[in-house]
């Protein structure tokens, strides 16, 4: 069911996304009274799922969900019309409008997504606010994974800057080591400060692990999953566990390092319950779980919490989706920094509908909406033909030389380019399916 919730949330997010996207492109070309023959959601080789005509336009649903179109009259596109660019130009199309009317005709569509990002942001904030953990506020230090070990963190140190920076949020925290490829972070450990050197060799497995810290969180019993262990030998909720098989634990990564060595094992479990211990013997999962979460966060730390009204939510829109804009970049930047080895981690279709949550959640879904219309914008503006901005780069040199590029350049350019961003697509879904038989 899981998988469904997700498939049909990706699903209606791209459609939402390429609708709009569509749609600059349709209303500039309208503004400039320009013809669009057609405006499709989905492609539609061979036949259509449905299709209706208004004007002199024609409406309708393909059956390839891999984006949309619009086909506008007069223009070297996907659709390789080469019968229409032998006639006479005509008055209505687009290779008789001016040079700078075209730009913002295939501009239109990126400045849809990215006026619709700011405007999903400033929607969220102003009905749900925002909630995050101060850096400050996380007093049991850090949890770190396998491979922050491997650099130098501990369990239980306290960030305190990242390259001599100070960072508000703590879910910012390996986002700002990424992105910045962070050097040295400054953490307290006992007391004392003290730096920890990230190498560069290490910085493939960092991009691997991209959560690779998170906060530290007390071994509190909050409820259970389906066929828990720990609730079948009477654990309850609220108890707090302090020892497995005689070995001390406080905090969830303790409880966790004991149980990933003992998978499918009788273990004796104490617990602290209404100022009392009691023990209860049970059986791991083959995985080496008991069967519990923890509680609230709130019940542990201090959070801070941000209310707007509608006026104070644009700002914070526009802020929100700047910044995000100038992360994927920054994102982007790695992927073409081979050293990286990045680029390992670009995936397709299967990436993105993992990154939606099992359970239907506006609050995600809008959030993570925004985040593809601005990934969706970013990606269309790449200088490659057959995107909008490979039209754009030629736009650019024909205002700056006064030379229009001639239909046959375009048309083999339009070819290069189809191949490529296919080539792009087989690759980033190659990658999904290689992740797939390997369970990365």
Request: no cysteine.
């Amino acid at each position: 069911m899981e998988i469904v919730v997700k498939i049909v949330q990706l699903i209606l997010s791209l459609s939402i996304l390429v609708i709009l996207h569509e749609f600059g492109h349709f209303l500039f070309a309208k503004i400039f009274k320009t013809r669009v023959e057609k405006f499709y959601l989905f492609f539609n080789p061979g036949f259509s799922l449905f299709r209706f005509r208004k004007g002199e336009t024609e409406y309708g649903m393909g059956w390839l969900p891999l984006g949309g179109y619009v086909k506008i009259s007069g223009m070297i596109d996907e659709s390789m019309d080469k019968d229409q660019m032998k006639k006479p130009p005509q008055p209505w199309e687009f290779r008789s409008k001016p040079a700078w009317q075209r730009l913002l005709i295939m501009l239109g569509g990126v400045t849809m997504n990215f006026i619709l990002a700011i405007l999903i942001y400033a929607a969220v904030l102003s009905v749900w606010g925002e909630q995050y953990l101060p850096v400050e506020n996380v007093k049991y230090g850090i949890s770190a994974s396998p491979v922050a070990q491997e650099i130098g963190f501990q369990n239980g140190d306290k960030i305190v800057s990242v390259e001599g920076i100070e960072v508000k949020r703590f879910s910012d925290i390996p986002k700002t080591i990424l992105l910045e490829k962070a050097n040295t972070v400054t953490v307290e450990r006992n007391g004392e400060l003290q730096q920890v050197a990230i190498p560069d060799s290490l910085f493939p497995k960092l991009l691997d692990n991209p959560q690779f810290i998170s906060f530290r969180v007390p071994a509190v019993v909050g409820g259970f999953s389906e066929q828990s262990p720990a609730k079948q030998a009477g654990i309850e909720p609220g108890d707090r566990i302090v020892s497995v098989n005689g070995e001390d634990v406080r905090f969830m990564d303790q409880l966790k390092e004991i149980l990933v060595n003992k998978k499918g094992e009788e273990i004796s479990v104490t617990v602290e319950r209404d100022g009392t211990t009691k023990s209860f013997d049970l059986t791991t999962t083959s995985e080496g779980l008991i069967g519990f979460y923890v509680g609230n966060l709130n019940e542990y730390f201090q959070l801070e919490e941000r209310r707007y009204n509608f006026a104070a939510a644009i700002p914070a829109g526009i802020s929100k989706g700047v910044t995000t804009f100038k992360e994927y970049i920054q994102q982007l930047g790695l992927i073409f920094t081979p050293e990286t080895e990045a680029y390992k981690e670009v995936g397709g279709f299967i990436t993105i509908g993992k990154i939606f949550p099992g359970v239907w959640d506006w609050y995600a879904f809008w959030n993570l909406t925004a985040f593809l219309s601005i990934i969706l914008a970013i990606i269309n503006v790449l200088p490659i033909p057959a995107l909008d901005g490979g039209h754009v780069m030629f736009l650019f040199y024909e205002i700056l030389s006064g030379q229009r590029p001639s239909d046959k350049f375009l048309e083999y350019a339009q070819i290069a380019g189809m191949l490529i961003v296919l080539s792009l697509i087989i690759y980033a879904n190659g990658n999904d399916i290689v992740k797939l038989f390997t369970n990365q």
